[in-house]
């Protein structure tokens, strides 16, 4: 009973039908059931004395021998068994032509709570009771339309036969039957509709990969609108996975490329940082080698730097303590006619001494005058003192000028 467990269905799925079935068509009384069917039949009688009851005796015995299978009702939903028990009854009621009347719906009902009562189970006197009923001629039709494929199916799964004829034909016939259901009912009842596609799918599960001689397809059975719009639905759902995916995979290459972006801009970023870095430092290197081209050198072949520093002055004035002092060149002025040597004299005296004072120092840039001094020395000790003394205190003058002026590139 794993697979009829619960369900309340007016239509058995197939595993209850094949269940159900082989224990409810044989009627089997067993050891004690005559004598449960006796003493029901008894209390039967004395209520209804005025209706001929040898003619239900025939149901009593099926009523008797699919209630004697406690099993079925105890694993699954009773009503399940019951249902089908009221199916058998109809069925035999419709082929004696005693359908028709409701009285005799009523002795059988009356007869299931006697049988339980003569089991000394009187608290489920009123177990199936309540689904022996006439049923409607449409509903007992397509009972007995399903049961009967349910019947074919099994026929072909019990006969192993290869390319047995009798089998092709009974899967034709299922297959016809099938289509013809679906477009009759498939507006109007649901429930039935289910059982037939869940009955398909079996078919196609077990038979047609099996049963390649019959040539019959799982497209052979049309489908239903149920299954249309199923299809319809998974097609959407599968369209709309997919559109998911296209969407994600398009956002993935669109950050992938805003990171290569990013990487790419940040290495243009760096190598124009260190371009512009290498480019001042070749600048620098530019100036510092044209300024120590343009120093002239030293007696001793270095070049002087001069960087000035606060003194102190003498002074009385409280809180002045340091200021820059500015050595200015000595005035080409003071260079007398006939004096050029102690003009020199004087002016390097004046240097030395300005020297000693503010303590000079070499540094990067050459002072103004310090390149007064070199061009003065330089000019002094290579002018021919002759031609000097020769001339005008003037024409000296303007000679000495024109020297410096050479030297210092003026």
Known sequence: MSQ???????????????????????????LYGPGYLAKAREQITKKYQQNNLERFEKFFEIITSCLQHDGVFTDADPRIPCSYINYILNKKLREKDMDSLNTNYEILKDFVMEY??????????????????????????????????????????????????????????????YNNAIDSYQKTDDKLINKLIDLKQLIARKILPNNQGCQKKITYFNLSKKEIE?????????????????????????????????????????LAEQLEREKRLAE????????AEAVPLDSEGQQRHLQTRPVRLESNVQGQRYQVQYVQPPSLLHIQEGGIEESYKSSQSFGESEHSEIKMEQSQD??????????????????????????SGGMGVLFILFKVFKVLKL
């Open 116 to 177: 339980h009562k003569s089991r000394g189970s009187g608290r489920y006197a009123h177990k199936c009771t309540s689904e022996i009923k006439s049923l409607e001629y449409e509903e007992y039709h397509k009972m007995t339309f399903l049961y009967q494929l349910y019947n074919d199916y099994i026929t072909i799964v019990k006969n192993n036969k290869p390319n047995d004829d009798n089998k092709c034909n009974i899967l034709s016939t299922i297959i016809l039957n």
């Open 284 to 291: 620098q290197l530019e100036r510092e080698k044209r300024l």
């Open 366 to 391: 050459q002072g103004v005058l310090g390149q007064m001094q070199n061009a003065f020395s330089s000019i002094v000790q290579n002018v021919d003192p002759a031609p000097v003394l020769g001339v």
């Open 4 to 30: 009829c467990q619960s369900g309340s269905d007016t239509y058995l799925n197939y595993y209850c039908y094949e269940l159900l079935k082989p224990k409810f068509d044989n009627i089997n009384l067993g």
């Open 230 to 270: 199923e299809q319809q639905r998974l097609a959407e759902k599968q369209k709309q996975i997919e559109q998911e995916k296209r969407l994600a995979e398009e956002a993935r290459l669109e950050k992938e490329k805003l990171l290569a972006e990013e990487a790419r801009l940040e290495k243009e970023k760096l």
